[in-house]
């Protein structure tokens, strides 16, 4: 059996006598007081189970410990260390160090939760259980599926070896390798630097170009621009999803002499020869067309884990199929998903996961009071892309499910700034730790109203 971890502290105390119910609070609305009672059985039963403790689950179960207490709420997260993996993009451009975007899990998960330090091995949502790979059966009333996206590295062929053997190949996306990134600027001396976007579902849509322009900035500050010949290979038709910020970026490409090729899809590394291929995507036979690389920053396939896509949850594409204005299970009611393993169609990010923190609370309530969550959630598809430009200039991309701008600011968040760069590189982590994580962030939906004096979806 997985070690489970049962701590009440005075702090879990005064974190739930800090919560004050409002009528505007999510949770409003009574809760069924059918709390699960501990089984003797080697099955052990709980009010909420939360599979993965990342981003999305971490936040879920903070806010639903800190509203029912002690033992209500089991988590299963295998991690000994939780990631705040926007701050990759950082660490790649030598602004962080790799162990800035980490914290301990034990010391963010809820106190009053039990901690199966453990991977689910199986969902079975039509006897409402979780089973973990040591073989605890966890038996839950409500689940809440976070279980994020895992990297399919060996899906390009050579991409393994390359990241393990070439130190000029590099990838943000895994913190093993995040902090090979500098150093392959660093050690940059003349050629094609190349940077590559799946033509597949990523987290964070903009990071695979945000590191560009980042290389692109320290190659001019240290003298090796005109050594260097930087190329964006995006497997997808568009630079970005989102037409207003897709041209600020076309610009910013034109400008700084970036070459963008659209329809390229990486499919293989050769790296003993600094050979990059890819295959043509808008062809009807299949083309493929082959780069020498000098340095090349590669965006791997993401999917959510095997255990979910395997599950009764997933649908045909894998991802767990949810009613994408309340997160509520597509056939199971009783379950609830959040973050980048669902099919919410929005932009796979942090800051999407915050806003869906709030839907969830909301959409739970409702459950439990036999009420219609869609009366009372209504996610909107916020989401958000800081999408850095520089050492000290971002963009910060935010808009919705239609692909509008949904921005924050009263100005137009489509310029490069350096508020916004500083807003993302020393105050989002803090909102992270201190607010996010905690279950106590849902977006800055209020804030925007505000800003827009009540003139903003
Ligand atoms: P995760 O936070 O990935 O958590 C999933 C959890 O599930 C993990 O803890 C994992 O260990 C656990 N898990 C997996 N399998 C199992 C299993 N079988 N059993 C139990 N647990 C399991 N977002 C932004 O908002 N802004 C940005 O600027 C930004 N930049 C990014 C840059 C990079 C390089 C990367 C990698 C991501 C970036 N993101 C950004 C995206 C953001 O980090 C994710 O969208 C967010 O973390 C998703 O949260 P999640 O809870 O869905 O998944």
């Known amino acids: 059996m997985a070690s489970v971890y049962k701590v009440v502290s005075s702090q879990?105390?005064?974190?739930?006598?800090?919560?004050?119910?409002?009528?505007?609070?999510?949770?409003?609305?009574?809760?069924?007081?059918?709390?699960?009672?501990p089984a003797s059985s080697p099955q052990k039963e709980y009010k909420f189970v939360v599979a993965g403790a990342g981003s999305g689950g971490m936040a879920m179960a903070n806010a639903l410990t800190r509203k029912f207490g002690k033992g209500k709420v089991a988590v299963v997260e295998p991690s000994e260390l939780h990631f705040y993996q926007p701050m990759w993009t950082l660490v790649g451009g030598g602004i962080k160090t790799k162990e800035?975007?980490?914290?301990?899990?034990?010391?963010?998960?809820?106190?009053?939760?039990?901690?199966?330090?453990?991977?689910?091995?199986?969902?079975?949502?039509?006897?409402?259980?979780?089973?973990t790979t040591q073989g605890d059966v966890l038996k839950y009333e409500y689940l809440i599926v976070a279980l994020g996206f895992e990297l399919n590295i060996s899906s390009i062929k050579g991409m393994q070896e390359a990241l393990d053997e070439d130190p000029m190949f590099c990838c943000n996306y895994s913190y093993n390798y995040v902090d090979k990134t500098f150093k392959a600027f660093q050690n940059f001396k003349k050629g094609n630097a190349i940077f590559t976007q799946p033509a597949s579902p990523i987290k964070c849509a903009g990071a695979p170009q945000k590191i560009m322009y980042l290389a692109h900035?320290?190659?001019?500050?240290?003298?090796?621009?005109?050594?260097?010949?930087?190329?964006?290979?995006?497997?997808?038709?568009k630079i970005f999803g989102v037409p207003k910020y897709a041209a600020v970026l076309t610009d910013i490409c034109k400008s700084r002499d970036i070459?963008?090729?659209?329809?390229?899809?990486?499919?293989?590394?050769?790296?003993?020869?600094?050979?990059?291929?890819?295959?043509?995507?808008?062809?009807?036979?299949?083309?493929?067309?082959?780069?020498?690389?000098?340095?090349?920053?590669?965006?791997?396939?993401?999917?959510?884990?095997?255990?979910?896509?395997?599950?009764?949850?997933?649908?045909?594409?894998?991802?767990?199929?949810?009613?994408?204005?309340?997160?509520?299970?597509?056939?199971?009611?009783?379950?609830?998903?959040?973050?980048?393993?669902?099919?919410?169609?929005?932009?796979?990010?942090?800051?999407?996961?915050?806003?869906?923190?709030?839907?969830?609370?909301?959409?739970?309530?409702?459950?439990?009071?036999?009420?219609?969550?869609?009366?009372?959630?209504?996610?909107?598809?916020?989401?958000?892309?800081?999408?850095?430009?520089?050492?000290?200039?971002?963009?910060?991309?935010?808009?919705?499910?239609?692909?509008?701008?949904?921005?924050?600011?009263?100005?137009?968040?489509?310029?490069?700034?350096r508020t916004m760069y500083h807003l993302k590189k020393d105050f989002m982590p803090q909102l992270y730790w201190n607010m996010m994580v905690k279950g106590l962030w849902n977006g800055p939906g209020l804030m925007r109203k505000l800003s827009h004096f009540g003139f903003s979806k």
């Open 12 to 37: 879990f105390l005064c974190q739930r006598s800090s919560v004050k119910l409002t009528s505007a609070s999510p949770w409003r609305g009574s809760w069924y007081s059918t709390a699960a009672e």
């Open 100 to 131: 800035d975007s980490s914290r301990t899990m034990s010391s963010l998960m809820p106190k009053g939760a039990d901690w199966y330090k453990d991977r689910v091995a199986k969902l079975d949502p039509d006897n409402n259980t979780v089973s």
């Open 217 to 237: 900035d320290y190659f001019r500050k240290n003298g090796k621009l005109q050594d260097a010949n930087i190329i964006f290979n995006q497997g997808l038709p």
């Open 259 to 417: 070459t963008v090729n659209v329809n390229h899809n990486l499919v293989e590394v050769r790296h003993d020869k600094k050979e990059a291929i890819f295959k043509l995507m808008d062809k009807e036979t299949p083309e493929y067309v082959t780069y020498q690389y000098e340095m090349m920053h590669a965006t791997p396939h993401m999917s959510p884990p095997e255990v979910l896509k395997s599950s009764p949850l997933a649908g045909p594409a894998g991802f767990m199929t949810v009613n994408k204005h309340t997160g509520q299970h597509t056939k199971y009611s009783n379950v609830v998903g959040l973050g980048d393993c669902t099919d919410i169609p929005t932009s796979r990010t942090a800051a999407a996961v915050a806003a869906q923190t709030g839907m969830l609370k909301q959409t739970l309530a409702a459950i439990m009071n036999n009420h219609d969550p869609e009366k009372v959630a209504h996610y909107d598809g916020y989401t958000s892309c800081p999408l850095i430009t520089g050492y000290n200039t971002c963009v910060l991309a935010e808009f919705d499910f239609d692909l509008n701008p949904l921005e924050t600011f009263p100005f137009d968040q489509g310029k490069e700034r």
